[in-house]
């Protein structure tokens, strides 16, 4: 997946993959939202009060 879509990920998307033998989708066209690593709230993905941004 690196190797051939690197561009189109985030660099936390790119240290997740890492941990996956097999990755079975990108979500390439997704609006997405660059994760902080080692933060609360899943690493970004949540706001303030736990709900999925």
């Keep these: ?9 985030t660099s936390y998307e790119q240290s997740e993959i890492l941990g996956y033998s097999e ?9 997405k939202i660059d994760g902080v690593p ?3 709230n899943s690493s970004s993905y949540d706001d303030e009060q736990g709900t999925y941004i």
């Excluded at 997946?1 to 990920?9: P, S």
């Excluded at 990755?23 to 609006?31: E, M, Y």
């Design 38 to 40: 080692g933060t609360e």
């Design 23 to 31: 990755i079975w989708f990108l979500g390439l066209d997704a609006r």
């Design 1 to 9: 997946a690196l190797k051939h879509f690197k561009n189109l990920l």
